[in-house]
């Protein structure tokens, strides 16, 4: 049986190198996507950080003033998603070159399966590199690729190596890369899970080879199954070009308008609460946070903001952001009716502590 083929795209620090094309005067200098704290009062929430930001600590979905402390000279600039969605659509359509089964995780990632791909072309390399290359030649922006059978794979892959990176996992060389893999690097192994794992002995992928699927059952849950499985190399999820992007949120109708910001930041911080917990019951994360808001004279918006990496699952980061979007909203003093909070570009959390009562 003939080994699928996946290609896993994910763009390098994809808005900051936006901002960097649109003005060449912020290359080489630390660069985080968000409006800058000292001109918001402290709001804001960040988008993505330019490599040189990452040293000092700087990461997606961190508050701006957190982002300043870390890295006090750095440059703050936003000019806005209308610009971004532009952008990944030109990406895409460089994939729809190749295939039509294609699933997106956000403006910046996605996976594409072209074992039976529209030129007929049976090398991967081939069809990877192409990608890459034409990538650079609409946008000007690099991308990291990774190429295997299964999707967890070609993400690790396309991991391994960033920024511009491009990385070929075969069936025959799969097991010696994950025993090599730092068990930090296995797809959603997360911070709270690694010292656990160190205390079991466990620091990269061979370490986890020498526990049975009931012992890691035994002392991570249910991610104990998904983690004994990648560990060899299994992945049976496909590609789906159509895959339903669900979403979970909630919203909130009030009897009387809201007028105040104390209100509706006391409003919204209930229910993210309410949305969190219904996002952790179905063992979920997204990488986007929309916003509903219905004024008095019954006009309703919406706004949505997408981070490189999945929104922690808190009501304080949920609240943080929505309460952030409300500046490029009409003033609150309009009157609010109704207030809602919604994640999506969902994926399953995979790796986590997750409770399995078997023992």
């Known amino acids: 049986m003939q080994d699928r083929v996946v290609i896993h795209v994910d763009m390098d620090a994809f808005y900051a190198a936006i901002e960097e094309r649109e003005d060449p005067s912020l290359k080489g200098k630390p660069l985080i996507v968000v409006k800058d704290p000292r001109k918001t009062g402290g709001r804001g929430v960040v988008s993505t950080a330019n490599y040189l930001a990452r040293q000092y600590g700087v990461h997606s979905a961190m508050s701006s003033m957190e982002a300043l402390r870390l890295c006090p000279k750095a440059i ?13 659509q030109q990406i895409h359509n460089i994939f729809h070159h190749y295939t039509d089964v294609v699933e997106y995780y956000a403006l910046d990632e996605a996976y ?10 049976n090398d991967p390399v081939k069809i990877g ?10 946008t000007k ?22 920024p511009n990176g491009f990385t ?34 466990i620091h990269n992928g061979e370490d986890l080879l020498a526990f049975s699927e009931l012992d890691l059952i035994k002392y991570f849950g249910k991610f104990g199954y998904y983690l004994h ?11 789906q070009a159509d895959r339903i ?109 997750l409770s399995l009562k078997l023992f």
């Not at 308008?257 to 993210?272: C, G, P, W």
């Open 112 to 121: 594409l399966d072209v074992t039976d791909n529209k030129l007929n072309i």
């Open 245 to 353: 992007r669900k979403s979970i949120g909630r919203e909130r109708t009030f009897g009387t308008t809201l007028t105040s910001v104390t209100e509706v930041e006391t409003a919204l911080k209930h229910i993210a609460e309410m949305t969190v917990k219904d996002v952790i019951k179905q063992r979920k994360h997204g990488k986007t946070l929309v916003i509903k808001i219905r004024y008095s004279d019954f006009t309703t918006l919406t706004r949505r903001s997408t981070y490189d990496d999945y929104i922690q699952n808190t009501a304080n980061d949920f609240a943080m952001i929505a309460t952030e979007m409300l500046e490029d909203l009409p003033a609150v003093t309009a009157g609010i009716r109704l207030l809602g909070i919604t994640i999506t570009n969902l994926d399953e959390i995979e790796y986590e502590n």
């Open 141 to 162: 922006l690099t991308c990291s690729i990774g190429i295997s059978y299964n999707k967890f794979l070609a993400k690790e892959a396309s991991d391994y190596a960033k």
């Open 168 to 201: 070929l996992i075969n069936h025959e060389d799969s097991l010696a890369f994950l025993k090599r893999l730092p068990i930090e690097k296995f797809r959603g192994v997360g911070k709270k899970t690694v010292p656990k794992m160190h205390e079991l002995g």
């Open 76 to 88: 703050f600039r936003f000019t806005g998603f209308k610009l971004y969605r532009a952008v990944s």
């Open 129 to 138: 590199r192409e990608i890459q290359q034409k990538i650079y030649q609409v």
């Open 229 to 239: 499985r990648r560990v060899r190399g299994v992945d049976l999820r496909p590609v």
